[in-house]
């Protein structure tokens, strides 16, 4: 088996798992159970993994993953310009540190 994915955001674990499988790649997740209950544990015990099974599908799921995470998803750290008064942000910026507009598309 390998790993082709970790996430903290279970949902985002599933969702890809649910993609990979549905393009015949055969998957397992690990501690998908961990973030119910777990309080007591440290968090790096217990973050949702997504693996393949298969070695040879292990390239493509990892292609298909990258595909799926890409910026418009919000869930890569990205610079971004403001909307509204076109200034550069930084990537850990969730709103403009001019104007105070949100930052657009991070779906949350
Ligand atoms: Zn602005």
Known sequence: MIKV???FDITLVGHYQSVLESNDIATFMKNQFGTSGA???PFV???PQLWVLNEADAGR???LIKELSDPESGEQAQAWVCPKCGEPQEA???H???CSSPRPGNGS
């Open 5 to 7: 994915f970790e996430d």
């Open 39 to 41: 309080g007591e544990l």
């Open 45 to 47: 015990e217990v973050i």
């Open 61 to 63: 799921a990892i292609a």
């Open 92 to 94: 850990a910026f969730t």
């Open 96 to 98: 403009c540190w001019k």
